[in-house]
């Protein structure tokens, strides 16, 4: 939490809250299962980063996108537990 905390600049109730609210909606897991020390991870964010920039991108016969979207990846697998 701490490192959340400074890098945001908020307090340990808005990074718990915020954290809390990106595991509920399936953006963050921890990886650790301590109550010190936690870690958490996002298998599938640059997965869902790309998949928003398609869907953004500039549709067939408007402007010249500066660069193509990237190619749709295949869905990473769940790692395993530790």
Known sequence: M?????ALDVS???ARLGIARLESAG???????RK????W???GLFAL????E????TPTGGS???RRAPRPTRRPSKIAAR
């Open 12 to 14: 340990d109730e808005a």
């Open 2 to 6: 701490r490192t959340v905390q400074d």
């Open 41 to 43: 991870g996002s298998v």
């Open 49 to 52: 980063l790309d998949s928003f």
């Open 36 to 39: 010190r020390g936690r870690a």
């Open 27 to 33: 953006i963050l897991s921890e990886i650790t299962k």
């Open 54 to 57: 398609r869907l953004v991108a």
């Open 64 to 66: 010249t996108p500066m």
